[in-house]
């Protein structure tokens, strides 16, 4: 079957140290994977997208890697900052079907 | 402010009752969503309008029913809700060939069925 699985469904971590995210996929052949923030009470928020023949994306502070060999993506934020406490979530599109969203890791950057 | 805005933000409705919730992007988007999100799962996708026309209904129970009268508008129509179908309900558009086809969300709706 397929399923798209963000590994952690909570990270801690201290402020300045960079926070890792994972999103793992299978049996899905992804044209590309984006993710998302989404702050408690609001509606997600797209920050990266990142296509299958892309090893690396970068955004200020984000970096976004896909290996399509793993099925897997990491989502990095250096220095971290209590600003960055959020859920993020992962998502992938196939190209036959609408975007799937992995269920969200809750980052909190502890100062 | 995402350009996409939903109303209301909170619903409290009893079983038996019908409600509405509305969805409006000003962002000239052609294509507009409904997902649910409940505590501890992913987005579940809902209902997909293409210039207006539904492309995607995910096994929806007919006690919702969505309605696309122009590409800015969306509504979800609610009756005879169970307990079960609390949750945020999101409303999402896409631009057209967009190169990132990222969602533009709104903040959703907070549904609590009694």
């Known amino acids: 079957s397929q399923k798209i699985e963000q590994n952690s469904e909570a990270l801690n971590i201290q402020e300045g140290k960079t926070a890792t995210l994972t999103c793992n996929y299978t049996n899905y052949s992804p044209a590309y994977l984006q993710w998302y923030r989404q702050d408690p009470g609001r509606g997600p928020v797209f920050l990266l997208l990142i296509r299958e023949n892309e090893k690396e994306k970068r955004k200020e502070r984000l970096k976004v890697t896909f290996d399509t060999t793993l099925k897997q993506s990491l989502f990095h934020i250096t220095a971290s900052q209590p600003v960055d406490s959020a859920t993020y979530l992962c998502a992938l599109y196939s190209g036959n079907t609408p975007l799937v969203f992995g269920k969200g890791t809750r980052l909190s950057v502890i100062a | 402010e995402t350009g996409v805005t939903q109303t209301p933000r909170h619903l409290v409705m009893g079983m038996t009752n019908k409600k509405s919730l509305k969805c409006e992007q000003h962002?000239?988007?052609?294509?507009m969503y409904w997902y649910k999100q409940s505590a501890k799962k992913p987005l579940e996708l809902m209902f997909v309008?293409?210039?207006?026309?539904?492309?995607e209904n995910n096994s929806v129970p007919s006690r919702f029913s969505p309605e696309c009268p122009n590409s800015s508008h969306l509504f979800l129509h609610l009756h005879t809700l169970q307990p079960e179908d609390s949750a945020l309900y999101l409303c999402?558009?896409?631009?057209?060939?967009?190169?990132?086809?990222?969602?533009?969300f709104g903040e959703g709706s907070r549904l609590t069925v009694l």
């Open positions: 309008y293409n210039f207006k026309e539904q492309t």
């Open positions: 962002l000239g988007h052609n294509a």
């Open positions: 999402a558009s896409k631009g057209g060939p967009s190169m990132s086809g990222e969602l533009f």
